[in-house]
């Protein structure tokens, strides 16, 4: 993803997603502002530049929180942290914080079920490939644990609105390839409430396990 840049301003085309689609993705501001034209759910969460802010922005959103640096790969550095003084430790061991390094601060939703969505999109034409409920609870980072295909517990209304809002948000993104998205599910009561934890207009590492498991 991140050589699409460096390729659209030398003039070379992008056959898949846009450079333009893939920042919209990633940057957290701009994302937040799409969730919300789209009346979806996110956790509640910040962007911090140094270690003050960090402080303030986890203390407005709420202990716990999960932290983890803005472009990394495989989750790498990603904590749950649970009080101020864990995050100035956090800080300290395990990330630079800076204007160009910056730190991305979630509301950790305690108990709730993570869910991986992988697509597939023309840019017009959706198709949901898999939806894979997560064994471990939300939190646990994807590359460290296990899921189910198809999800074991959720309800069929659940599963149904997922994958609604996986077409809305590719067709949003004008996805031309694969799409990842990581969901959670919080039960309250007789009620499942979805939120959107990440988005990745990529190919996923569930990828293979998906066209295995049902034989694409």
Do not use: W
């Amino acid at each position: 993803l991140n050589l699409t840049k460096a390729l659209s301003y030398h003039n070379i085309p992008i056959l898949g997603t846009s450079p333009a689609s893939i920042d919209l993705s990633e940057d957290r501001e701009k994302f937040k502002k799409l969730l919300q034209k789209l009346n979806m759910k996110q956790p509640n969460n910040g962007i911090a530049r140094s270690e003050l802010e960090a402080i303030n922005k986890a203390k407005k959103i709420g202990y716990p929180v999960v932290i983890r640096p803005s472009y990394v790969i495989g989750g790498r550095a990603m904590e749950v942290v649970l009080n101020t003084n864990h995050l100035k430790s956090y800080i300290k061991d395990a990330v630079q914080v800076s204007g160009e390094s910056p730190i991305l601060i979630d509301s950790f939703i305690s108990g709730a079920i993570e869910v991986d969505v992988d697509a597939l999109s023309d840019g017009k034409n959706v198709t949901i490939v898999g939806v894979m409920q997560h064994i471990e609870e939300a939190g646990i980072h994807s590359g460290d644990s296990a899921c189910s295909l198809p999800p074991y517990s959720l309800k069929k209304i659940t599963i149904k609105n997922i994958e609604e809002q996986t077409i809305i948000i590719a067709k949003e993104l004008k996805v031309i390839g694969l799409l990842n998205i990581q969901f959670a599910v919080k039960k309250i009561g007789n009620n499942e409430s979805i939120y959107i934890l990440e988005v990745n207009p990529r190919a996923s590492r569930t990828v293979p396990f998906v066209s295995k498991a049902k034989n694409l």
